[in-house]
């Protein structure tokens, strides 16, 4: 079965500065990718997917952009955090619309 | 856009009773997880159900797809301290939402011992 990584586990940042979560999975290959980020531990927003390499799909306008550069990295950046950007980021993965989502550990940010 | 309401939001209960909860959705979905989050972890997946009117079983957890396919439930029987956490369901639909899933808001589920 899969795994996903993420990295960092946790991150301090003060506004206005850059961002790169990464988030590699192993285990399978061509998966669909998901960014989600998580308010006070409840309720998961997504923000991007993503069904292949250089394929990104954005569902909700915001300070963040994702980028796949290989098959099982997924990426998500931000030239300048806003104090709005603090909370739970987690990486998911499937195989497809008939399989089940897993997630990765999430990092944890809080933007100063 | 579809839309989830799960329900009870938060749950305060004794070790060994039983816990119910639910999620119904405005629109119909071809598929029903149950996950549940440990503070600082990512959710982990309990139960995958594909099947209107399907009931599965991991342990003592149940859960069910409804046969409307606008609802599904989660049982925990005799709870336990380690199943303190909090239960998200998450429903995926058709076309065009493809893979993606639409999740609840999350029962807390506080058990004492």
């Known amino acids: 079965s899969q795994t996903i990584h993420q990295w960092p586990a946790t991150l301090v940042q003060p506004v206005g500065s850059p961002l790169s979560l990464e988030c590699t999975v192993e285990?399978?290959?061509?998966?669909?990718l998901y960014w989600y980020r998580q308010a006070a531990g409840r309720g998961l927003q997504l923000l991007f997917y993503?069904?292949?390499?250089?394929?990104i799909s954005s569902e909700v306008p915001q300070n963040l952009s994702a980028s796949r550069p290989q098959d099982r990295q997924f990426i998500l950046s931000s030239k300048k955090l806003l104090l709005s950007d603090s909370g739970f980021y987690l990486c998911?993965?499937?195989?497809?619309?008939?399989?089940?989502?897993?997630f990765g550990d999430g990092t944890r940010l809080s933007i100063l | 856009g579809q839309q989830l309401n799960q329900s009870p939001q938060s749950m305060f209960i004794q070790e060994g009773e039983d816990v119910s909860m639910n999620c119904t959705s405005s629109?119909?979905?071809?598929?029903w997880l149950w996950y549940k989050q440990d503070p600082g972890e990512g959710p982990v997946l309990l139960i995958a159900?594909?099947?209107?009117?399907e009931l599965t079983s991991n342990g003592r957890l149940t859960a069910q797809f409804g046969i409307t396919r606008k609802d599904s439930f989660l049982n925990i029987s005799a709870s336990i301290p380690s199943d303190v956490g909090i239960y998200f369901c998450?429903?995926?639909?058709?076309?065009?939402?493809?893979?993606?899933?639409?999740f609840g808001e999350g029962t807390q589920l506080t058990v004492n011992p």
């Open positions: 993503s069904v292949g390499i250089g394929q």
């Open positions: 285990g399978t290959s061509n998966p669909n």
């Open positions: 998450a429903g995926r639909g058709s076309w065009p939402s493809g893979s993606r899933l639409t």
């Open positions: 159900l594909y099947k209107a009117g």
């Open positions: 998911a993965c499937d195989r497809g619309s008939n399989q089940p989502q897993h």
């Open positions: 629109s119909i979905f071809n598929t």
